[in-house]
Nanobody, 122 residues
Framework: QVQLVESGGGAVQAGGSLRLSCTYF????????MGWFRQAPGKERETVSY???????TYADSAKGRFSISKDNAKNTLYLQMNSLKPEDTGMYYC????????????????WGQGTQVTVSS
């Protein structure tokens, strides 16, 4: 079974940047969609961004223009570059692998990492 390990979270001030990484183990290559999700205290987990195997990407409206998702298959790693961070970006960020090559929402994802905390102060 695939294992996902996130890193790169931390505490930053508003306007700052972070790059999250998600390295997967157990498979030489993942041929399904992969994505980033976040959960703030007291709120449901929500989609931030995901990438399908054909390279197409989807972003939450709140992430458009500020975040960028990418995947390096040679390094077995998924990235999320986050710029112009806002306090409302605070939360636990989870990496996930979907059941499909082309996903359409959080319900298509079933393999989750443990998460990495992002805290943005004003």
């Amino acid at each position: 079974q695939v294992q996902l390990v996130e890193s790169g979270g931390g505490a930053v001030q508003a306007g700052g940047s972070l790059r999250l990484s998600c390295t997967y183990f157990g498979y030489a290559y993942i041929d399904n969609c992969m994505g980033w999700f976040r959960q703030a205290p007291g709120k449901e987990r929500e989609t931030v961004s995901y990438i399908n195997t054909d390279g197409t990407t989807t972003y939450a409206d709140s992430a458009k223009g500020r975040f960028s998702i990418s995947k390096d298959n040679a390094k077995n790693t998924l990235y999320l570059q986050m710029n112009s961070l806002k306090p409302e970006d605070t939360g636990m960020y989870y990496c996930a692998v979907g059941f499909l090559r082309s996903c359409s929402g959080i319900g298509d994802f079933g393999y989750w990492g443990q998460g990495t905390q992002v805290t943005v102060s004003s």
